[in-house]
Structures are given as C-alpha cells and as structure tokens.
T-cell receptor, first 114, second 114 residues
Framework: GESVGLHLPTLSVQEGDNSIINCAYS??????FIWYKQESGKGPQFIID?????DKRQGQRVTVLLNKTVKHLSLQIAATQPGDSAVYFC?????????????FGQGTILTVHP | GAGVSQSPRYKVTKRGQDVALRCDPI?????LYWYRQALGQGPEFLTY????????KSGLPNDRFSAERPEGSISTLTIQRTEQRDSAMYRC????????????FGPGTRLTVT
C-alpha cells in the first residue's frame, strides 16, 4: 500500500506488507527531517532522521528517502507489524536554526491488519 | 532510564484561571522544548530553552503564555487568564544538547478550559 501525501491521512495494510508513508515539505531551506511515531495516548516517539546532504538513510526495518528536487520525504516500513499501527508525523527544521525547532506535518494514520 | 515526565497529566480549569504545567526532562538533557498539539495535528512549537536560557519564544501565542526553567532542569509553562481556545495537549520534549535534534517527548498535559 502507499499513501500519497498528507491529504490522504490514512493507510491500511496487511501484516507483513511493506508500508510507504509520504510527506511533502514546502521550505527548500530545510536541512533536517525527522519521522515520529505516535501511538494513542502517548507522546511522539523518534523513528529516524535524515539531513539534507543525504538522500537515503536506513534503520531497523525503516528507511527514509529524501528527494530535495521535489521536496518530498518518505518513510518505508518493511514487513509491517500490528505494533506499527500509529500516527506517523514528518517534521522539518524549517527555520534553519541550530537547535531543533521542528515544524510538524499533519500526520498519517497507519493501520496494520493481522 | 526515566523519560520526560509531565504533570499534571490532566487539568480542567475554569476560564479566567491561571494554570502551571510542569516538565521534568531527561537527566542531562540541556535542551527543552514546549509544544502544543491539537487533536489530529502534529505538535506546534511554542518555546525553547538551552539550559536556563529561553532562546526562542516565537511560538507562544500571546503574552498570557510564559515559560521558565530557572535552574536549567525542570520547566514550567504558565498560562494566565485561560480561555477556552487554550484547551489542548501541551507537550514537553528534551534533547541532549543544542544541535542534537532528536527530541524525546513526554506524555503531555491535557488542558481543558471550561
């Protein structure tokens, strides 16, 4: 399954499928991007980040891709599990500050069916 | 180890009352952030501290909102003369230091102004 941008805020997949969550950003000066996972009733939890001098970064079962040409960020989750069900937010350091003043996107709801 | 803690977890107050929300960051984290999160939205930046210095308060909505971190550890966000529009989830996050963008979020304080 694939989510096409934040105007489609829900993504439903079967357990074991790969998930792709997309995010468009508007500020070409942003130099840092981060994905957070937020489960119901909890605070956002860091997943993976990437700086603008990279176009791909891999973590455990997750990969973040950055396309600066079209200002697009994506999160790929391999072998999605029911525990991955949550809201996923992308965020950017849009102000270019040296600290983490993050601007968050709207979020995508990921539902994983057993 | 202990994560970011916030208190109270829930606060119901009457319009016009002052409220104080507390954040206890991860031990050793010098950077502290306050965010506000509306239902279904990503966190919105309010203010940032590096040690005890409030270095950015550009996100505070108006002068009824203030924050302090007098000893560089625990922080308090104060809202004076609360209004119904102040009802939201208030989240605190901390990070290891300036330039270390990975932020760890607390569970939040749900504020309801009646």
């Amino acid at each position: 399954g694939e989510s096409v941008g934040l105007h489609l805020p829900t993504l439903s997949v079967q357990e074991g499928d790969n998930s792709i969550i997309n995010c468009a950003y508007s500020n070409s000066a942003s130099d840092y991007f981060i994905w957070y996972k937020q489960e119901s009733g909890k605070g956002p939890q860091f997943i993976i980040d990437i700086r603008s001098n990279m176009d791909k970064r891999q973590g455990q079962r997750v990969t973040v891709l950055l396309n600066k040409t079209v200002k697009h960020l994506s999160l790929q989750i391999a072998a999605t599990q029911p525990g991955d069900s949550a809201v996923y937010f992308c965020a950017e350091n849009a102000d270019g500050t040296s600290y983490g003043k993050l601007t968050f996107g709207q979020g995508t709801i990921l539902t994983v069916h057993p | 180890g202990a994560g970011v803690s916030q208190s109270p977890r829930y606060k119901v107050t009457k319009r016009g009352q002052d409220v104080a929300l507390r954040c206890d960051p991860i031990s050793g984290h010098v950077s502290l952030y306050w965010y506000r999160q509306a239902l279904g939205q990503g966190p919105e930046f309010l203010t940032y501290f590096n040690y005890e210095a409030q270095q950015d308060k550009s996100g505070l909505p108006n002068d009824r909102f203030s924050a302090e971190r007098p000893e560089g550890s625990i922080s308090t966000l104060t809202i004076q003369r609360t209004e119904q529009r102040d009802s939201a989830m208030y989240r605190c996050a901390s990070s290891l230091g300036q330039g270390a963008y990975e932020q760890y979020f607390g569970p939040g304080t749900r504020l309801t102004v009646t």
